[in-house]
């Protein structure tokens, strides 16, 4: 379905395209009643039972000089009496000549093949990828950019808040991204300027080594805010840095599509901000001295505790138009602990798609991935608009 709308700052008429999905589902989570993070549910008050109405919405409209694209999402949650609509990304995009373009906006800034997490974006550490349901929501921005030829890309953007999310922590943040493609490789490099933090330096790049074959890499140089140090000293309490030490980030991976269209992905992660074995067993060791501390620990829990990990995707053929499938393994090697999941998509009419995820911490209660749940699992509809 199409409609013509007028943009008043081009003389010629702009195409108004939409589409949405609308979704109906429920998700179920077994807590750990032993957990020491949450014991009983009692600090995080997490809900066991939800069930959800959420629509999706895509709007472009495209002129010769302005483009306008928003993504409005309306959600409607019971288990937590959540009601609200907002935009999780528009844009509105003046092109001032073939090479210059202005845009204001919320934007998902990430980029790359990496799967598991993305440590060369400064602002989407965790992607979004491991969960097929979560819809990510963009910072946000007014950039300016410079395309001179289909290589390359300089962009200089102006955070000036962190989208509909209430911690506002990426505000009066500057990004400098740079980007180069060949023919068979592509690179980029991110410079990030917070307050209260050092400058964020990140690289990302990939190789078609062959027509089965990306092999893609992500290395950073950060400090984090508000960093929950944690001493291998179990006697020792918890201390808040507000700007951690410097360290580093890598992610290497590789991607290979076999003849039937499945792949394959395995990515490594060295994450140096991550708590050591002696480091993350204090950790759970005082959040079991006191719910004070447990708390703490589950207010402040960096984005990964442990330091590598590997993770595996194994998915079908995405030209499919049956259904599709995605299995995920992750293995933390400071801790020892795993986590399997699993999404599947199953087309019943040409609008209606039936779908299920199941996610399988494997460990205790003092290991990383199976510290709050023993098992979760989402079943429901999604309706493809118009």
């Given at each position: 379905m199409t409609f013509l709308l007028t943009l008043s700052t081009s003389a010629h008429a702009a195409d108004l395209r939409w589409d949405g999905t609308l979704y109906g589902y429920t998700a179920h989570s077994?807590?750990?009643?032993d957990s020491l993070l949450n014991p009983a549910n009692q600090i995080a008050r997490l809900p066991q039972d939800s069930a959800s109405a959420e629509a999706r919405f895509n709007l472009k409209a495209e002129g010769d000089v302005l483009r306008l694209?928003?993504?409005p999402i309306l959600l409607a949650q019971d288990s937590q009496r959540r009601n609200e609509a907002y935009l999780s990304q528009w844009q509105l995009r003046l092109r001032a000549s073939e090479a210059w373009s202005v845009s204001a906006g919320r934007e998902v800034l990430n980029w790359g093949p990496a799967q598991f997490r993305s440590p060369s974006s400064p602002f989407y550490f965790d992607n979004g990828?491991?969960?097929?349901?979560r819809e990510l929501s963009g910072?946000?921005?007014l950039k300016l950019s410079w395309t001179p030829g289909i290589a390359t890309t300089l962009s200089l953007a102006r955070i000036t808040g962190s989208g509909h999310v209430a911690q506002d922590q990426w505000r009066d943040s500057w990004l400098l991204k740079a980007d180069q493609r060949g023919d068979d490789w592509a690179g980029g490099l991110a410079?990030?300027?917070?307050?209260?933090?050092g400058t964020f330096v990140g690289l990302h790049g990939q190789f078609t080594a062959s027509d089965a074959l990306l092999l893609y890499a992500e290395v950073a140089s950060?400090?984090?805010?508000?960093a929950l140090q944690s001493s291998s000293d179990a006697t020792l309490s918890f201390s808040i840095a507000p700007s951690s030490a410097r360290h580093t980030t890598t992610l290497l991976g590789a991607a290979y599509t076999f003849d039937n269209g499945q792949s394959l992905n395995t990515e490594w992660l060295h994450d140096d901000h991550g708590y050591r074995a002696a480091e993350e067993?204090?950790?759970f060791a005082r959040a079991a001295a006191s719910p004070i501390n447990a708390g703490l620990a589950l207010g402040n829990v960096p984005p990964l505790l442990g330091r590598d990990y590997l993770h595996l995707v194994w998915q079908s053929n995405q030209m499919e138009s049956g259904g599709y499938w995605r299995a995920m393994a992750t293995h933390g090697y400071t801790d020892g602990s795993d986590e399997l999941s699993g999404y599947t998509e199953t087309a019943l009419n040409g609008r209606v798609t039936g779908f299920v995820l199941g996610v399988l911490p494997l460990g205790g209660n003092r290991q990383e991935f199976s510290s709050l749940s023993r098992w979760s699992a989402t079943a429901g509809l999604k309706v493809a608009l118009p």
């Amino acid at each position: 379905m199409t409609f013509l709308l007028t943009l008043s700052t081009s003389a010629h008429a702009a195409d108004l395209r939409w589409d949405g999905t609308l979704y109906g589902y429920t998700a179920h989570s077994s807590l750990r009643a032993d957990s020491l993070l949450n014991p009983a549910n009692q600090i995080a008050r997490l809900p066991q039972d939800s069930a959800s109405a959420e629509a999706r919405f895509n709007l472009k409209a495209e002129g010769d000089v302005l483009r306008l694209t928003a993504r409005p999402i309306l959600l409607a949650q019971d288990s937590q009496r959540r009601n609200e609509a907002y935009l999780s990304q528009w844009q509105l995009r003046l092109r001032a000549s073939e090479a210059w373009s202005v845009s204001a906006g919320r934007e998902v800034l990430n980029w790359g093949p990496a799967q598991f997490r993305s440590p060369s974006s400064p602002f989407y550490f965790d992607n979004g990828r491991s969960d097929p349901m979560r819809e990510l929501s963009g910072v946000d921005a007014l950039k300016l950019s410079w395309t001179p030829g289909i290589a390359t890309t300089l962009s200089l953007a102006r955070i000036t808040g962190s989208g509909h999310v209430a911690q506002d922590q990426w505000r009066d943040s500057w990004l400098l991204k740079a980007d180069q493609r060949g023919d068979d490789w592509a690179g980029g490099l991110a410079l990030a300027r917070t307050p209260g933090q050092g400058t964020f330096v990140g690289l990302h790049g990939q190789f078609t080594a062959s027509d089965a074959l990306l092999l893609y890499a992500e290395v950073a140089s950060s400090s984090r805010s508000n960093a929950l140090q944690s001493s291998s000293d179990a006697t020792l309490s918890f201390s808040i840095a507000p700007s951690s030490a410097r360290h580093t980030t890598t992610l290497l991976g590789a991607a290979y599509t076999f003849d039937n269209g499945q792949s394959l992905n395995t990515e490594w992660l060295h994450d140096d901000h991550g708590y050591r074995a002696a480091e993350e067993s204090a950790y759970f060791a005082r959040a079991a001295a006191s719910p004070i501390n447990a708390g703490l620990a589950l207010g402040n829990v960096p984005p990964l505790l442990g330091r590598d990990y590997l993770h595996l995707v194994w998915q079908s053929n995405q030209m499919e138009s049956g259904g599709y499938w995605r299995a995920m393994a992750t293995h933390g090697y400071t801790d020892g602990s795993d986590e399997l999941s699993g999404y599947t998509e199953t087309a019943l009419n040409g609008r209606v798609t039936g779908f299920v995820l199941g996610v399988l911490p494997l460990g205790g209660n003092r290991q990383e991935f199976s510290s709050l749940s023993r098992w979760s699992a989402t079943a429901g509809l999604k309706v493809a608009l118009p």
